[in-house]
């Protein structure tokens, strides 16, 4: 006999409710896998290229331009014979991801295809006409991560106007915006501190798409003396406005170094602005970019964490840490104390009002700490901020609560406009 028949009863039952369960277990697993989202190139691939036919294409893009399945959109346009791939435009870190944060890129070839690769961050943030009047069609695919001084939406929009100058059509192949398509922050950006790190009179969490920016963009006429582009953009399927990145199926590429994964999104917002002033250390550097408040002046992590907490602040909790950041020369193998960022409710979070409350608490408690003490770095938060108001409250002893409300005012006009350009509902 068999051995597996001699086995008791309570076993049989329970092999048999394994069996029973197992399709409902794999198909949960299928669906865990297969995404629920499809991005603008998949949307392309799965239309047979149809938009592209015969045209001459040039690409903006970096690593995270990828299929479902992790195949880059550089190759895969490539090697679709219904499309004419002849150029590739490399924003900040470049067309595959090579370059350090705020390096130049260079022009290039890309080893892969062989093709040209023109920089979009370097002496060059903007296609030349001579490159252009070789294509019929400038695309642009790349994750972005919802926060305005994350510098591809600017870089979109300088070749969206190169494009328009150049009546040439722009492309956009749509992705999602990993902290959802809803979520707003900040005042809509000061157009005297217009920057790369802020390009755009909109908020610094816009809650939009690349797509939708883009249509914004062209919309409302903020290209160089009112031009318009001939714009296209590529819809996700199954996407809603709702949606965090992880409720896609999709995944991750890191977008820079120290945007390994999505939910960093959220930590960037939080701490980003504060981490331009090179005082405290955001954790980048450390194995948590983003994610800590730290310096080697804070002695004290749990007195440091314990101000935070007692703030009660919805959907975050601050736990003490010591670290010793690896490189980033200002804090560099030197001991910080501090605390690690916990999101516990990213619905109910105020990201970006975080940072302000850690000044607030480094205010407070080291009251000989210039925040604004380093060279050159206040006029980088004014353009990352889109306002040099935040830092003149800062500097008056203003506190969190009314820099909060300052930096969330102004915003009505723009709810009014977005609403225009929504393409997810």
Same mark, same amino acid.
């Given at each position: ?16 409710? !394994? ?20 991005? &603008? ?13 015969? *045209?001459?294409?040039? !690409?903006?893009? +970096? ?15 490539? +090697? ?10 490399? /924003? ?11 390096? *130049? ?16 961050? $370097? ?8 490159? @252009? ?23 979109? &929009? ?18 999602? +915006? ?9 005042? /809509?950006?000061?157009? *005297? ?5 802020? *390009? ?20 409302? #006429?903020?290209?160089?003396? %009112? ?7 590529? /819809?996700?399927? #199954? ?9 896609? #199926?999709?995944?991750?590429? @890191? ?22 002033? =090179?005082?405290?250390?955001? $954790? ?28 009660? @602040? ?5 736990? /003490? ?15 910080? &104390?501090?605390? =690690? ?9 105020? !990201?970006? #009002? ?10 407070? @408690? ?12 206040? %006029? ?14 800062? =500097?008056?002893? =203003? ?8 930096? +969330? ?12 350009? !929504?393409?997810?509902?």
């Amino acid at each position: 006999m068999n051995k597996y028949w001699g086995w008791p009863l309570m076993s049989v039952q329970l092999a048999t409710a !394994l069996a029973l369960a197992l399709p409902s277990v794999l198909r949960a697993e299928s669906k865990r896998n297969a995404p629920t989202v499809m991005t &603008g190139i998949d949307v392309l691939i799965a239309d047979n290229f149809a938009p592209l036919a015969g *045209k001459r294409v040039g !690409l903006i893009t +970096n690593p995270t331009g990828i299929t479902a399945d992790l195949r880059s959109t550089v190759d895969v346009l490539h +090697n679709a014979p219904e499309v004419k791939l002849v150029a590739l435009f490399g /924003p900040e870190h470049g067309v595959r991801g090579d370059v350090f944060a705020g390096e *130049k890129v260079s022009d290039d070839r890309d080893p892969a295809t062989g093709l040209p690769v023109y920089s979009l961050y $370097g002496a060059n943030r903007k296609p030349s006409p001579e490159i @252009l009047k070789e294509l019929d069609v400038l695309m642009y695919d790349i994750q972005d991560i919802g926060s305005r001084s994350y510098t591809y939406i600017s870089s979109m &929009g300088v070749a969206m106007e190169a494009a328009a100058e150049a009546n040439v059509a722009f492309m956009v192949l749509d992705r999602p +915006n990993p902290v959802t398509g809803n979520r707003i922050e900040g005042r /809509p950006l000061n157009m *005297k501190f217009s920057s790369m790190v802020g *390009k755009f009179p909109i908020p610094y969490i816009y809650g939009l798409t690349c797509g939708e920016v883009a249509r914004m963009i062209n919309g409302e #006429g903020w290209l160089a003396n %009112n031009i318009k582009c001939k714009l296209t953009v590529i /819809p996700m399927r #199954g996407y809603d406005r709702d949606m965090w990145f992880d409720e896609t #199926g999709l995944p991750w590429v @890191l977008p820079s170094p120290h945007v390994p994964h999505a939910d960093v999104a959220l930590f960037y917002a939080a701490t980003g602005i504060m981490g331009e002033l =090179q005082v405290v250390c955001e $954790g980048v550097g450390y194995t948590l970019p983003f994610e800590l408040a730290g310096a080697p002046f804070i002695k004290d992590a749990e007195g440091f964490a314990r101000e935070l907490n007692e703030r009660d @602040l919805p959907g975050v909790r601050f736990r /003490p840490i010591y670290f010793r950041p690896y490189y980033i020369d200002r804090v560099k193998n030197q001991q910080c &104390g501090g605390v =690690q960022i916990h999101i516990t409710d990213r619905d109910t979070v105020d !990201l970006t #009002g975080i940072q302000f409350h850690i000044m607030e608490v480094v205010r407070k @408690l080291y009251p000989d700490v210039d925040l604004f003490g380093v060279k050159g770095r206040a %006029n980088m938060f004014d353009k990352v901020c889109g306002t040099d108001r935040v830092r003149e409250m800062l =500097q008056q002893g =203003q506190s969190a609560a009314e820099i909060i409300r300052f930096w +969330n005012s102004d915003r009505d006009d723009y709810l009014k406009m977005r609403s225009k350009y !929504l393409i997810y509902e």
